[in-house]
Protein backbone atom coordinates (compact mmCIF):
# COMPACT_ATOMS: atom_id res chain seq x y z
CA UNK A 1 0.00 0.00 0.00
CA UNK A 2 2.87 2.29 0.75
CA UNK A 3 5.48 1.07 -1.45
CA UNK A 4 5.41 3.73 -3.76
CA UNK A 5 5.10 6.57 -1.40
CA UNK A 6 7.47 9.31 -1.12
CA UNK A 7 7.81 9.26 2.69
CA UNK A 8 10.54 11.16 4.65
CA UNK A 9 11.50 11.44 8.15
CA UNK A 10 11.44 14.35 10.26
CA UNK A 11 12.56 15.31 13.99
CA UNK A 12 11.74 17.87 16.47
CA UNK A 13 13.52 21.33 17.62
CA UNK A 14 13.22 23.83 20.29
CA UNK A 15 13.91 26.71 18.35
CA UNK A 16 13.12 26.61 14.43
CA UNK A 17 15.65 30.18 13.94
CA UNK A 18 18.44 28.62 15.26
CA UNK A 19 17.91 25.32 13.91
CA UNK A 20 17.12 27.28 10.44
CA UNK A 21 20.70 29.54 10.96
CA UNK A 22 22.91 26.16 11.94
CA UNK A 23 21.71 23.69 8.74
CA UNK A 24 22.60 26.85 6.52
CA UNK A 25 25.40 28.67 7.94
CA UNK A 26 27.44 25.73 9.66
CA UNK A 27 26.04 22.94 7.84
CA UNK A 28 25.68 24.71 4.08
CA UNK A 29 22.49 22.57 3.95
CA UNK A 30 19.92 24.19 1.41
CA UNK A 31 16.73 25.29 4.02
CA UNK A 32 12.93 25.82 2.90
CA UNK A 33 10.43 27.44 5.86
CA UNK A 34 6.78 27.20 5.52
CA UNK A 35 4.07 27.45 8.19
CA UNK A 36 6.50 27.52 11.35
CA UNK A 37 8.34 24.86 9.87
CA UNK A 38 11.73 23.58 7.85
CA UNK A 39 12.43 21.13 4.90
CA UNK A 40 16.42 20.10 4.70
CA UNK A 41 16.52 19.15 0.91
CA UNK A 42 19.40 16.90 1.18
CA UNK A 43 21.62 15.04 -1.78
CA UNK A 44 19.69 13.00 -3.86
CA UNK A 45 16.24 14.36 -3.27
CA UNK A 46 15.97 13.66 0.24
CA UNK A 47 14.36 15.66 2.08
CA UNK A 48 14.00 15.98 6.35
CA UNK A 49 11.28 17.78 7.84
CA UNK A 50 12.10 19.90 11.09
CA UNK A 51 9.51 20.61 13.19
CA UNK A 52 8.86 23.14 16.56
CA UNK A 53 8.08 21.68 19.49
CA UNK A 54 7.74 23.35 23.32
CA UNK A 55 9.70 21.23 25.68
CA UNK A 56 11.77 19.50 23.04
CA UNK A 57 13.98 16.64 24.44
CA UNK A 58 16.46 15.57 21.81
CA UNK A 59 16.84 11.70 20.94
CA UNK A 60 19.35 9.41 22.51
CA UNK A 61 20.38 8.27 19.15
CA UNK A 62 21.36 9.47 15.87
CA UNK A 63 18.78 11.36 13.62
CA UNK A 64 20.77 12.37 10.80
CA UNK A 65 23.58 10.69 9.21
CA UNK A 66 25.88 12.10 6.66
CA UNK A 67 27.66 9.82 4.44
CA UNK A 68 30.96 11.68 3.31
CA UNK A 69 34.08 10.69 1.21
CA UNK A 70 36.75 11.83 3.70
CA UNK A 71 35.81 11.87 7.43
CA UNK A 72 38.69 13.25 8.36
CA UNK A 73 38.34 16.29 6.08
CA UNK A 74 34.48 16.66 7.03
CA UNK A 75 35.42 16.93 10.96
CA UNK A 76 38.20 19.65 9.84
CA UNK A 77 35.91 21.48 8.06
CA UNK A 78 32.95 21.42 10.49
CA UNK A 79 35.14 22.28 13.53
CA UNK A 80 36.76 25.31 11.45
CA UNK A 81 32.76 26.49 11.31
CA UNK A 82 32.63 25.82 15.46
CA UNK A 83 31.02 22.54 15.47
CA UNK A 84 31.84 20.33 18.68
CA UNK A 85 32.26 16.72 17.93
CA UNK A 86 30.95 14.47 20.63
CA UNK A 87 33.46 12.34 22.42
CA UNK A 88 32.38 8.76 23.73
CA UNK A 89 33.76 6.09 25.69
CA UNK A 90 31.60 3.16 24.44
CA UNK A 91 31.65 3.27 21.26
CA UNK A 92 35.36 4.73 21.71
CA UNK A 93 36.04 8.11 19.99
CA UNK A 94 39.64 9.55 19.26
CA UNK A 95 40.49 12.98 20.72
CA UNK A 96 38.98 14.77 17.28
CA UNK A 97 35.41 12.38 18.14
CA UNK A 98 35.61 9.92 15.70
CA UNK A 99 35.14 6.50 16.20
CA UNK A 100 37.56 3.88 14.46
CA UNK A 101 36.75 1.01 15.99
CA UNK A 102 34.92 -1.23 13.87
CA UNK A 103 32.01 -0.50 11.35
CA UNK A 104 32.38 2.60 9.49
CA UNK A 105 34.52 5.74 10.58
CA UNK A 106 32.25 7.90 12.50
CA UNK A 107 31.51 10.95 14.09
CA UNK A 108 28.73 12.35 15.67
CA UNK A 109 27.55 16.46 16.84
CA UNK A 110 24.77 18.18 17.89
CA UNK A 111 22.39 20.63 16.25
CA UNK A 112 21.66 23.56 18.43
CA UNK A 113 18.83 21.43 19.99
CA UNK A 114 20.78 18.87 21.16
CA UNK A 115 19.96 16.52 18.40
CA UNK A 116 22.68 14.21 17.36
CA UNK A 117 23.89 13.70 14.04
CA UNK A 118 26.57 12.16 12.54
CA UNK A 119 29.12 12.22 9.01
CA UNK A 120 30.37 8.89 8.58
CA UNK A 121 32.36 7.38 5.90
CA UNK A 122 31.47 6.51 2.75
CA UNK A 123 32.79 3.02 1.74
Known amino acids: ?59 TFTVLNFPVPDIEQAVDELTARGVEFQHYEHPPTDERGIMRAG ?11 GNVFSVLQEG
Open 103 to 113: GPLIAWFTDPA
Open 1 to 59: MLGSSAAFSGFAVDDVDAARAFYTDVLGLEVETANGMLTLHLGGGTNVLVYPKPGHTPA
